[in-house]
């Protein structure tokens, strides 16, 4: 990693957080400059399993946030030749497992987490596991919401295959109560959410966990000097995802929108990084 990396992965660390959302600009100094380059340098050139875990349980169905830029990412590790596996629950491996390579894992509170994440480790052999917008545990062993409110029911437990992983890990997330998140805990705990403890080998945050997505999409772009972000389409991700039922997860509505703004908030931000990354404007 050079040093042009370095302030490339700054330039997008700063572009993601501009808005400050849910205090993440706020949060950002207690990471370590450069982490969505050690991140992406994690999954450069690899053509095995990437295990992405994503999917946040709102009401009884998901959240749009976490499975487009999922999805997003899904296509660009496909495009770059490795062979990446969504993980995640009912109802959203139901719906996904049509047109994507999905493992599914049980919801709700069970005795064989730690069982089910080393047979699904053993059998896929991952050379990477990514978490975007998965809910993190906290210290009382729950899952929490952005609210405060317990979605431990609801919520399969993805930080045990991030836990027992003998491979890089990395997390995505934008509020503080996602897998990754125990990396800058005493950051977090200054924000109002009941924090996650589970920790990452790089966390990547973001305004809108999606938008992470794409800035590791766009290091990855950068280096393989292809502008991986073109090829992409989210409002199609976004428009697939909500015939499949999925809500906003601030609003709760099944609209096109991710955490109450419009998508085309979300363009900008990947116009953005295209000129970040050395690519023609998407406007």
């Not at 370095?6 to 990471?31: F, H």
């Not at 978490?131 to 405060?148: C, F, K, T, V």
């Not at 428009?239 to 039922?245: A, D, P, Q």
Request: glycine share 10%; proline share 5%; with cysteine.
């Amino acid at each position: 990693m050079t040093v042009s990396d370095t302030q490339l992965s700054q330039q997008i660390e700063d572009l993601l957080v501009a808005r400050n959302l849910r205090g993440m600009k706020d949060v950002q100094p207690a990471l370590t400059p450069g982490y969505y380059a050690r991140a992406a340098c994690h999954l450069h050139s690899l053509k095995g399993v990437v295990l992405i875990g994503t999917g946040f349980p709102v009401v009884d169905t998901f959240e749009t946030d976490g499975p487009v830029g999922a999805i997003a990412l899904y296509q660009a590790l496909e495009q770059l030749g490795a062979e990446p596996v969504i993980v995640c629950g009912k109802p959203l491996s139901k719906m996904l497992a049509d047109d994507y390579r999905v493992h599914e894992i049980q919801v709700g509170e069970h005795d064989l987490r730690e069982q089910e994440a080393r047979d699904a480790l053993a059998r896929y052999q991952p050379e990477a596991i990514i978490s975007i917008e998965r809910p993190g545990m906290a210290a009382d062993g729950g899952y929490y919401n952005m609210r405060g409110e317990s979605i431990s029911p609801r919520t399969a437990c993805f930080d045990t295959f991030i836990k027992a992983a003998d491979c890089p890990t990395i997390g995505i997330g934008d509020g503080g109560n996602e897998i990754g998140m125990g990396n800058i805990h005493a950051a977090i705990s200054k924000l109002n959410i009941v924090p996650a403890m589970t920790e990452v080998d790089e966390l990547l945050i973001a305004d809108v966990s999606n938008w992470g997505a794409y800035g590791l999409i766009a290091m990855l772009a950068h280096w393989q000097g292809e502008d991986l972000l073109a090829r992409l389409d989210p409002p199609a991700i976004l428009r697939y995802l909500s015939e499949r039922g999925s809500v906003d997860g601030v609003t709760r509505l099944n609209e096109l929108t991710e955490d109450g703004l419009p998508f085309a908030e979300g363009e900008s931000v990947i116009a953005g990084l295209r000129e970040l990354a050395g690519f023609a404007s998407a406007s």
